[in-house]
Structures are given as structure tokens and as C-alpha cells.
């Protein structure tokens, strides 16, 4: 798959304003995602994958060339912000999207857990977010952290604020 093409799910067809405003929010804007070289590789209502690159700045342990632990965590709580940004998007799609984008504001991270299961070693790797429910105040989300081999390294879950 081309690591730039944006899968948008077939359920519901988000608008091309939207999409473009939330990759830009969340690759550009957000300048944390950017040292991590962050990129969303498909966004879809109830679940979201983007994918991270190794490059020098993000090794742990450089006699291993490991990841550094704190990539992971990062990439999974961003992952899972998204992931609860595109729920309410589509929850909202009686709204043009503009006003949708405004919709994130107050949203925020109030429990992460990461589970570490190996070392993260190798060339890119992969991330994705489920929303397991998104009630009126808070959304509950899980999270997985692959190597470019499609083995699983990290797990997570995450509670967000959305009010």
C-alpha cells in the first residue's frame, strides 16, 4: 500500500474538507506528531492506523537501534485522540465540516495504559485506534502498535474527555 494514500471508509464517506482539515490538524499542526513523523494511513468512523518511521531521533537504545519507549506511548494516545476525533465526526455529519473540526477542543487524554510486549525494532510501523464507546463525556479507546512485519509489539487503551 502506498504509505500516503488515506483510506476513508465506505459506511460513512466523510467529506474531502474534512478529511484534508483533520490530516492537517493532526500531521501538521500538531507539532509533536510532526518530530514523530506521525502520518494517518486511514480514517474511518470506528477505527483509525497511521504509521511512524524509524529515523535516528526516535531510537531508545542505540546499541539495539530499539524504538524508544515513549514513541510508542505518544504514538498510541495520538492514534486514539484521532481515532475519537473521527467517531464525532461522523457522529456529527448533520454538520458541515468546519464546524465539526471545532468539535475537538476540549478533547483530552484522562487515563493511557501501554503494554509493552517487544521490542520495537525495525524500518516503519504501524498504529491504529478503536473507539470502543463514545458516550456524551468520555470515549473509550484500544490501541495496537505493529512492526512493519505486522507483529504486535504494544497494546494500549485510553480513556478521553470529549465535553
Do not use: C, W
Not at 500500500?1 to 474534512?18: C, R, T, Y
Not at 495520538?78 to 465526526?89: C, D, H, Q, R, S
Amino acid at each position: 500500500m502506498n504509505k500516503n494514500k488515506l483510506i476513508v471508509s465506505d459506511a460513512v464517506e466523510f467529506e474531502p474538507e474534512f478529511v484534508a482539515g483533520l490530516k492537517k490538524m493532526f500531521e501538521e499542526q500538531i507539532q509533536f506528531n510532526r518530530v514523530l513523523g506521525l502520518q494517518i494511513t486511514s480514517l474511518r468512523p470506528e477505527r483509525v492506523t497511521g504509521r511512524i518511521d524509524m529515523k535516528p531521533d526516535l531510537i531508545g537504545h542505540f546499541a539495539y537501534q530499539r524504538l524508544h519507549g515513549g514513541v510508542i506511548s505518544a504514538g498510541l494516545d495520538a492514534m486514539a485522540g484521532l481515532a475519537v476525533m473521527a467517531a464525532i465526526g461522523a457522529r456529527h455529519m448533520d454538520e458541515a465540516p468546519l464546524p465539526r473540526l471545532h468539535r475537538f477542543a476540549k478533547l483530552g487524554t484522562i487515563d493511557l495504559r501501554i503494554d509493552y510486549l517487544r521490542q520495537a525494532i525495525g524500518s516503519h510501523f504501524e498504529l491504529s485506534a478503536q473507539v470502543m464507546r463514545l458516550g456524551s463525556r468520555v470515549a473509550s479507546v484500544r490501541m495496537e502498535f505493529r512492526g512493519a512485519d505486522g507483529e504486535l509489539l504494544s497494546t494500549g487503551s485510553a480513556a478521553y474527555i470529549v465535553s
